[in-house]
């Protein structure tokens, strides 16, 4: 199913090896996960063909894609992409 897009932050490509991105916090809240213990949140970060009104030409958006669950035996797991 194709969600909506939760875009939390913009930046620049500064070169071909280095982007500069600000996120908004506020939007991660509700996306925030647990592994082990630790607490992440997946994004994806996308460099636009043109730059927007702010000369903006990189998007940062939420990966909201849940894969789904496999029975392994006592209890279910999750692909994670780590």
Same mark, same amino acid.
């Given at each position: 199913?194709?969600?909506?897009?939760?875009?939390?932050?913009?930046?620049?490509?500064?070169?071909?090896?280095?982007?500069?991105?600000?996120? %908004?916090?506020?939007?991660?809240?509700?996306?925030?996960?647990?592994? %082990?213990?630790?607490?992440?949140?997946?994004? %994806?970060?996308?460099?636009? %063909?043109?730059?927007?009104?702010?000369?903006?030409?990189?998007?940062?958006?939420?990966?909201?894609?849940?894969?789904?669950?496999?029975?392994?035996?006592?209890?279910?797991?999750?692909?994670?992409?780590?």
């Amino acid at each position: 199913m194709n969600e909506k897009k939760v875009y939390c932050g913009s930046g620049k490509k500064r070169s071909d090896t280095w982007l500069s991105i600000t996120i %908004n916090p506020d939007k991660l809240k509700e996306y925030i996960e647990e592994f %082990n213990g630790s607490k992440f949140v997946k994004l %994806n970060i996308n460099i636009k %063909n043109e730059p927007d009104q702010f000369g903006k030409d990189v998007s940062v958006s939420i990966d909201t894609f849940k894969p789904e669950k496999k029975e392994t035996g006592k209890k279910y797991e999750t692909d994670l992409p780590f």
